[in-house]
Nanobody, 115 residues
Framework: QVQLVESGGGLVQAGGSLRLSCVAS????????MGWYRQAPGLQRELVAT???????NYADSVNGRFTISRDNAKNTVYLQMNSLKPEDTAVYYC?????????WGQGTQVTVSS
């Protein structure tokens, strides 16, 4: 079992930046990849970015070039640097840890981008 705690959400104006952090604890040795997902009101949860233990990254087209995912393995932490934010980026952002058998989720952090 992996536990995840996110932080760093908030309110920002369009064009601004935020950095989200997610600290993992528990069975961290079982993690193959970590990522960020988001869910806007009335919509399904969608992938934002993932990064494998081997360093391979994957980004949603809508954030590619604006967001950067990174991991600090010594701190068991994954980050999401979000630049050039747009109102359509407004959502609850969730951290995820993927293992062979399951995905663990954080509690979510709200990101609101005003126009």
């Amino acid at each position: 079992q992996v536990q995840l705690v996110e932080s760093g959400g908030g309110l920002v104006q369009a064009g601004g930046s935020l950095r989200l952090s997610c600290v993992a604890s528990g069975s961290i040795f079982s993690i193959n990849a970590m990522g960020w997902y988001r869910q806007a009101p009335g919509l399904q949860r969608e992938l934002v970015a993932t990064k494998t233990n081997g360093g391979r990254t994957n980004y949603a087209d809508s954030v590619n070039g604006r967001f950067t995912i990174s991991r600090d393995n010594a701190k068991n932490t994954v980050y999401l640097q979000m630049n050039s934010l747009k109102p359509e980026d407004t959502a609850v952002y969730y951290c995820a840890a993927h293992t062979v058998v399951a995905t663990s989720w954080g509690q979510g952090t709200q990101v609101t981008v005003s126009s």
